[in-house]
């Protein structure tokens, strides 16, 4: 069976981006692939996080996968840190990445914007890290949002420039997939391209009712159009790109129409984004409280999951360093 591999930062809650751009997939992608999902907490070290908060947040986003649908039967679920075969994969490949290319994938140039004083080596080689997470396992397709495009377009060039390098056919070139007809990207509802943590425009899985109902109320609008079918500015076709995730196509259409008709009533879509929101999230959110509270199952399937997916990268280890040219007794 194809291998699948993809992970999420362990930063906080998991949000209708995660939800929507990755988890989803992971849970539709468990019945046919081989699949390994982790929790990608060197990843986070980025920020510098205090540790009682990268334990947390682990904690929670294992209760989060397991609450969305991933199946410790089914998926391997690990922790990225107890797989420590991937350091050594990543030191290779970056003996191999070079600094420019490094420089312009778009991440590392945001995220230095937004800590100028915290441009650590561990964002500028964020790639190489995420392309060994995958290549360790040798994985084909990896289930991420649109937004990383980019950084699977490096972790491709990781795998050709070590195999043409080497001169062997060793790692494939994993693609990026999503269960939906193509790529998605989950806007913020304060108009902004892009709904993450960081950007503070979340909706959390963890979020009640009311809460949601509130974060779509203050959604960002525009006046009613006066002209018929206007093209629409960027907070409304969030909105729109909102209903046509969450909601039935034809609640999608009767928008459409108002809008097209200058007729459109923004406190009515609200209203039923809000409804139908509450009934995508409502169950994840009371199981996640559920398995929040069983610790002892938690730490099983961290267990379980990490002797897996050591399993696996200590088996792509031994050949990549026999490749490398490294002897036997190094091992
Ligand atoms: P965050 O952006 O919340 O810090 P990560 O960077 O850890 O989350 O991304 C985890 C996964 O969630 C990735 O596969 C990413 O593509 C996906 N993702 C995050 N935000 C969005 C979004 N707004 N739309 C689509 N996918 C997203």
Not at 54 to 66: F, G, M
Not at 253 to 262: I, V
Not at 289 to 315: T, V
Request: some cysteine; charged content about 25%.
């Amino acid at each position: 069976m194809e291998k699948v591999v993809s992970g999420i930062r362990p930063t906080g809650n998991l949000h209708l981006g995660n939800y929507f751009g990755a988890v989803k997939s992971f849970v539709k992608m468990q019945d046919d692939y081989d699949c390994m999902f982790f929790i990608a907490d060197w990843h986070s070290l980025t920020t510098q996080p205090k540790p009682e908060d990268i334990r947390r947040s682990v904690k929670t986003i294992l209760a989060e996968y397991l609450a969305c649908g991933i199946d410790p039967e089914k998926a391997v679920i690990y922790i990225q840190s107890d797989v420590r075969e991937t350091l050594e994969l990543y030191l290779y490949l970056n003996m191999n990445a070079y600094l420019g290319e490094l420089g312009r994938v778009t991440t590392f140039k945001e995220k230095a914007r937004q800590q100028p004083n915290n441009v650590n080596a561990g964002l500028f080689t964020y790639p190489t890290l995420m392309a060994a997470d995958v290549l360790q396992h040798r994985a084909v397709k990896v289930p991420v949002g649109k937004d990383q495009q980019q950084n699977m377009e490096m972790m491709r060039k990781c795998a050709r420039r070590f195999n043409n390098i080497y001169n062997v056919e060793y790692f494939p070139e994993p693609q990026d997939f999503t269960y939906a007809a193509q790529a998605v990207k989950i806007p913020g509802l304060d108009g902004s391209g892009k709904m993450g943590k960081s950007d503070g425009n979340c909706i959390y899985l963890c979020d009640d009712d009311a809460t949601i109902t509130n974060k779509v109320k203050k959604a960002l609008t525009v006046s009613t159009p006066t002209e018929p079918n206007s093209e629409k500015p960027e907070c409304i076709q969030n909105l729109f790109t909102f209903l046509d995730i969450c909601s039935s196509p034809e609640v999608k259409a009767f928008f459409e129409e108002q809008w097209n008709n200058c007729a459109i009533r923004f406190g009515d879509l609200k209203k039923q984004l809000a409804e139908d929101l509450c009934r995508i999230i409502g169950p994840i959110r009371e199981r996640i409280q559920q398995f929040s509270s069983d610790d002892a199952l938690l730490e099983r399937i961290a267990r379980d999951g990490a002797e897996r997916a050591r399993a696996s990268a200590a088996q792509t280890l031994r050949e990549v360093r026999e490749i490398v040219g490294f002897s036997p007794t190094q091992r």
